[in-house]
């Protein structure tokens, strides 16, 4: 999945645009590969969607799940920036990737600055989701459960061509 959404962004990225969001468009979760290679068919991708949608809607399942990353664990036995292979099952990870994939491009909110010590600024340029998309709503919290009883602001990024954002350290800025 990241390979396949890795590829898709450098193509956008040479071609200069975005995810696309116009109609008719292909995705990558209409295009989901199966275990064997293949392409699924309509009802496969039907399924794994619904799947998805029940999973994110299944507070026990989910945090269970995300108990068993043991993400606080790894942060503290790492130097801050921690790698997770298969963060969510399989159909989740699709309907993330669909979910991102189908939002307009006016519903994301372009923020940018430049370097500015004095406001805490970085230099930066990129769009962000948060709220609006219901469905992008239930997967953040689905996020958010890898680290429970913490207090945590999660939202979808995008960068696009000419965006950006300068090399820095958020934990600097926190208490």
């Known amino acids: 999945l990241r390979t396949m959404r890795m590829v898709r962004a450098r193509r ?9 969001d116009e109609p008719g468009s292909t995705d990558l979760a209409s295009a989901a590969p199966e275990p064997g290679g293949g392409l699924l068919s309509a009802a496969a991708k039907k399924t794994a ?5 029940q999973w ?11 108990r068993r990353k043991d993400l606080a664990g790894q942060l503290q036995n790492s130097s801050g920036l921690v ?20 939002m307009p491009g006016g519903s994301w ?10 406001r805490n600024n970085i ?4 769009s962000s989701q948060r ?3 219901p469905l992008l709503q239930q997967l953040l919290r689905v996020v958010g459960e890898a ?10 990024g995008r960068y696009t061509k000419g965006d950006h954002i300068a090399r820095h350290d958020d934990r600097q800025h926190t208490d």
Do not use: C
Request: glycine share 6%; no cysteine.
């Open 12 to 20: 956008h990225a040479r071609a200069g645009e975005g995810p696309r």
């Open 49 to 53: 969607m619904k799947e998805a949608k």
């Open 56 to 66: 994110i809607s299944n507070y026990r399942t989910v945090s269970a799940w995300m």
């Open 83 to 102: 790698r997770l292979r298969d963060f969510l099952p399989e159909p989740v990870a699709w309907l993330a990737l669909h979910t991102l994939e189908t």
């Open 109 to 118: 909110n372009t923020t940018q600055a430049a370097r500015d010590p004095s």
């Open 123 to 126: 230099a930066h340029r990129f």
């Open 131 to 133: 709220f609006g998309e």
């Open 147 to 156: 680290l429970p009883g913490e207090l945590n602001s999660f939202s979808a």
